[in-house]
């Protein structure tokens, strides 16, 4: 079974750092993009930031220049290094993949997969 399992989330002051791992596990698999999203109470959840496997990757405007995405391909992880925090950026983190399962060498179709959210916390 397929996993993401996301960890780094916590309470930081304002202007602060953070870094987001996310580690996928469970039989062979092929991913093809990784991302972040991010929720807050009473909204959807939202795109933060996505990497392809060529490590191209897209910033939601709000966190352009401040939070940089990027992936270990070889150990199957996409990390979220966080810098300048805001208050606003105060939600639940989590992580998404678009993968493919591997069985009997064969491909299956791409599925959709989260992580269980980790919460990070801007406040002084």
């Known amino acids: 079974q397929f996993q993401l399992a996301e960890s780094g989330g916590g309470l930081v002051q304002p202007g602060g750092s953070l870094t987001l791992s996310c580690a996928a596990s469970?039989?062979?698999?092929?991913?093809?993009?990784m991302a972040w999203y991010r929720q807050v109470p009473g909204q959807q959840r939202a795109l933060v930031a996505n990497?392809?496997?060529?490590?191209?990757?897209n910033y939601v405007d709000s966190v352009k220049g401040r939070f940089t995405i990027s992936r270990d391909i070889g150990k199957h992880m996409v990390f979220l290094q966080m810098d300048s925090l805001k208050p606003d950026d105060t939600a639940v983190y989590y992580c998404?993949?678009?993968?493919?399962?591997?069985?009997?060498?064969?491909?299956?179709?791409?599925?959709?997969?989260w992580g269980q959210g980790t919460q990070v916390t801007v406040s002084s």
């Open positions: 998404n993949a678009r993968a493919s399962m591997v069985r009997g060498g064969q491909a299956q179709s791409p599925g959709v997969y």
């Open positions: 469970g039989g062979l698999f092929s991913i093809y993009t």
């Open positions: 990497i392809d496997n060529g490590g191209n990757a």
